[in-house]
């Protein structure tokens, strides 16, 4: 081994002149000791330093406690400095200096093939050696900062995107319930708008006449599955166990069985749940307007019934009236004929005879044209009862 002897205070003085603000481990690993003493105390005054005397201990101290720049010799006792270098880099990705007598260019390309990040020959010179250990600690920290950077923005983008997406299905939620028929097309609506969040669940409306609708993504569900759903409105709002979640609101229950793990993915997570709240907040809400709807057209169908009733009552009345008239008309003549017939035995003079004639004519004619006006009356009845029925189907159908 090739050795240099050193100024231990030049040293010193060449690393304090270095600017930047050093600090980390560093594992030195060679089998002279005297070498690793004059390393060490090049190091020493900004690193923590470590030091091993074969591959063997380097790989047990790497595996105890990561260091951020390892030292290497080539030539080690047991396992050399290249096949160190290979094993340690299943280890860790820290950088790996080789600082060697061996520093060909066939060593040099051994060396990066082993998976060393720069080779230095010895004897070292001390600013050289001290300041390619703080670039490679502070180029292999800034890799890491990077990289755990890179992964936070991928992480709030990918955030952003799930949130755009996961806003979309509530939108869309919205949009289909307000026009909900019924229950079970409530029900199976809320069913796929949890289905594209990824996920399964079962789902109970209550109706407000005290029955229920239950949805699952398998179809009609077990005599289980609804005996668990009625059960789990005692939960509370939000109850959790494991990959199962409930949520619980006075009209609607549901249960998600495949719920990510908080521990991986915290952030989806909890934006899932909040998802899922605001669905089933928005069902009861659609719930009611469902009530309504239903109401409203069981309202339509009893006015429709009503007018049906009440029109088959006025033709009645109309032709029960146009019976009468002509009945009217028909005794009327009988008693004209009647009294006429009558003159023979009164032993009335013809004077008389035509007085009593013209006042039956009289009184017949205000009879007959007080009947006549009553037909108009008909006529606008039945203009009242047209206007009424069409101002009632305008009504019902403001309903839906």
Same mark, same amino acid.
Request: hydrophobic share 40%; aromatic share 6%.
């Given at each position: 081994?090739s050795?240099s002897p050193?100024? $231990?205070?030049?040293?010193?003085?060449?690393?304090?002149a270095?600017?930047w603000p050093?600090?980390?481990r560093?594992?030195i690993?060679d089998?002279?000791?005297?070498?690793r003493?004059i390393h060490?105390?090049?190091l020493a005054?900004?690193?923590?330093?470590?030091?091993?005397?074969?591959?063997?201990?380097?790989i047990r101290l790497?595996?105890?406690?990561?260091?951020?720049l390892v030292i290497l010799?080539?030539g080690l006792?047991?396992?050399?400095?290249?096949?160190?270098c290979?094993?340690?880099?299943?280890l860790?990705?820290?950088?790996i200096i080789?600082?060697?007598?061996?520093?060909t260019?066939?060593?040099?390309?051994?060396?990066?093939?082993?998976?060393g990040?720069d080779?230095?020959?010895?004897?070292?010179t001390?600013t050289?050696f001290?300041?390619?250990a703080a670039?490679?600690?502070?180029?292999?920290?800034?890799a890491?900062?990077?990289?755990?950077?890179k992964?936070?923005l991928?992480?709030m983008?990918?955030?952003f995107l799930?949130s755009?997406?996961?806003?979309?299905?509530?939108l869309e939620?919205?949009?289909k319930s307000v026009i909900?028929?019924?229950?079970p097309?409530?029900?199976?609506?809320?069913?796929?708008?949890?289905?594209?969040l990824?996920?399964e669940?079962?789902?109970?409306i209550?109706?407000?006449?005290?029955?229920?609708t239950?949805?699952?993504?398998?179809?009609?569900?077990?005599?289980?599955e609804?005996?668990?759903?009625?059960?789990?409105?005692?939960?509370g709002?939000?109850?959790q166990?494991?990959?199962r979640?409930v949520v619980?609101?006075d009209?609607v229950s549901?249960?998600?069985s495949?719920?990510p793990?908080e521990?991986e993915?915290?952030?989806?997570?909890?934006?899932?749940?909040d998802?899922l709240?605001i669905?089933?907040?928005?069902?009861?809400?659609m719930?009611v307007?469902?009530d309504?709807?239903?109401?409203?057209q069981?309202?339509a169908?009893?006015?429709?019934?009503?007018?049906?009733?009440?029109e088959?009552a006025?033709?009645?009345m109309?032709?029960?009236?146009r019976?009468t008239?002509?009945?009217?008309?028909?005794?009327?003549?009988e008693m004209?004929?009647?009294?006429?017939?009558?003159?023979s035995?009164?032993?009335t003079?013809?004077?008389?005879?035509?007085?009593i004639?013209?006042?039956?004519?009289?009184s017949?004619?205000?009879?007959l044209? $007080?009947?006549s006006n009553?037909t108009?009356?008909d006529?606008?009845?039945?203009?009242?009862?047209?206007?009424?029925?069409?101002?009632s189907?305008h009504d019902?159908v403001e309903?839906?």
């Open positions: 081994m050795r050193l100024n $231990r205070q030049q040293a010193q003085d060449e690393s304090a270095f600017d050093l600090n980390g560093v594992l690993v089998d002279d000791a005297v070498t003493s060490r105390s090049i005054g900004n690193f923590d330093v470590l030091t091993a005397a074969s591959g063997e201990e380097a790497c595996t105890a406690q990561a260091p951020d010799d080539v006792p047991g396992i050399d400095g290249y096949e160190t290979r094993r340690l880099r299943q860790i990705k820290a950088p080789f600082v060697t007598g061996h520093h260019l066939e060593d040099q390309l051994k060396a990066f093939d082993a998976g990040n080779l230095i020959p010895k004897p070292v001390a050289i001290s300041r390619k670039m490679a600690i502070r180029q292999y920290r800034m890491a900062t990077l990289a755990q950077e992964q936070a991928e992480r983008a990918m955030g799930s755009a997406s996961q806003t979309g299905i509530l939620f919205m949009r909900s028929p019924d229950y097309a409530l029900a199976e609506n809320l069913l796929t708008s949890i289905q594209d990824g996920l669940s079962y789902i109970l209550r109706h407000s006449d005290g029955g229920s239950v949805v699952t993504a398998r179809g009609s569900p077990s005599p289980l609804e005996s668990i759903l009625e059960n789990v409105k005692v939960m709002r939000l109850f166990f494991k990959q979640l619980n609101y009209r549901i249960i998600v495949n719920m793990d521990g993915e915290p952030e989806r997570t909890g934006i899932l749940r998802s709240a669905l089933a907040e928005s069902t009861e809400a719930a307007n469902v309504l709807r239903l109401e409203g069981k309202r169908e009893q006015l429709q019934i009503a007018l049906s009733e009440a088959l006025v033709n009645s109309g032709d029960q009236n019976l008239l002509c009945d009217t008309r028909l005794l009327l003549q004209v004929d009647g009294i006429e017939n009558t003159y035995w009164l032993d003079s013809h004077a008389q005879e035509l007085a004639s013209a006042t039956m004519d009289e017949v004619q205000r009879i044209g $007080r009947l009553g108009n009356f006529a606008r009845f039945l203009q009242v009862m047209q206007a009424f029925k069409a101002g189907s019902a309903l839906f």
